[in-house]
């Protein structure tokens, strides 16, 4: 259900590209009768039909389905599933299929030509101001991960990332209230424990960072088994072995 609901909201994103973000969360459907698990099934149909329908009618459109979906299928989360279900990248390739069947159906509707070329170019326009407006959000690392915690307040990595940007600033106690915020929206992620450990460190809260390193080491992350190496060092060197 987590598969499909990801294909409507990639989707959603052709149709309206607006509040585009590094990293994306969004809740697990409850059932298969969630209108995100149904509108995806019927776009899947829709999409189906039009390649049975457009394979002798328009040569043109047909490959630009077949390449709408060959494009999709290696981020489609088909095989393997991973844990990231949708990322603004996963479209760049597909984008091209799309291209073809909006421009095909805009010249279609007009076939002069002179009022879809005028579309076309407000369509441009409109685009290009969105883009002009997403630049800013590219200007700087914390920038960046401030967008994608406003967009998805419920990202663990946004949050964790965007903690870090506020303990280089210094401003600890913001980072703080994130790494925690982190914490609770996936209390598995492992980063948060750690830079809990290091703010509280560098604030003089002793106790606290160890409580935090220790929740760290004890989440045998693979993906950190070197820093856990250090961090244990680390706390015998201040506290001693135990």
Not at 130 to 139: A, G, I, M, R
């Amino acid at each position: 259900r987590m598969v499909l609901k990801s294909w409507l909201f990639a989707f959603s994103k052709f149709v309206i590209p607006t509040g585009l973000a590094l990293e994306y969360q969004y809740p697990v459907p409850e059932s298969w009768l969630d209108l995100w698990v149904i509108g995806a099934v019927s776009l899947t149909a829709v999409w189906g039909v039009a390649l049975v329908f457009t394979g002798q009618r328009s040569p043109t459109a047909f490959v630009a389905l077949v390449w709408l979906g060959a494009f999709w299928l290696p981020t489609s989360n088909l095989w393997p599933i991973t844990n990231r279900f949708m990322a603004d990248r996963y479209l760049y390739a597909p984008l091209v299929g799309v291209f073809v069947l909006v421009s095909m159906a805009v010249f279609r509707i007009d076939r002069k030509a002179i009022y879809a070329g005028i579309v076309v170019l407000i369509a441009i326009a409109g685009l290009a101001g969105l883009t002009w407006k997403q630049n800013d959000v590219w200007k700087t690392h914390c920038s960046l991960w401030q967008h994608a915690a406003d967009v998805n307040p419920k990202s663990t990595t946004a949050l964790n990332n965007l903690g870090q940007c506020f303990y280089r600033k210094g401003e600890h106690e913001r980072a703080i209230a994130l790494f925690l915020r982190s914490i609770e929206a996936n209390p598995y992620n492992a980063s948060p424990y750690f830079n809990l450990g290091l703010t509280f460190e560098k604030t003089g809260r002793s106790e606290l960072s160890r409580h935090y390193y220790l929740q760290f080491i004890s989440s045998k992350d693979p993906r950190y088994v070197d820093l856990i190496a250090r961090v244990k060092k680390h706390l015998v060197d201040i506290y001693g072995p135990e």
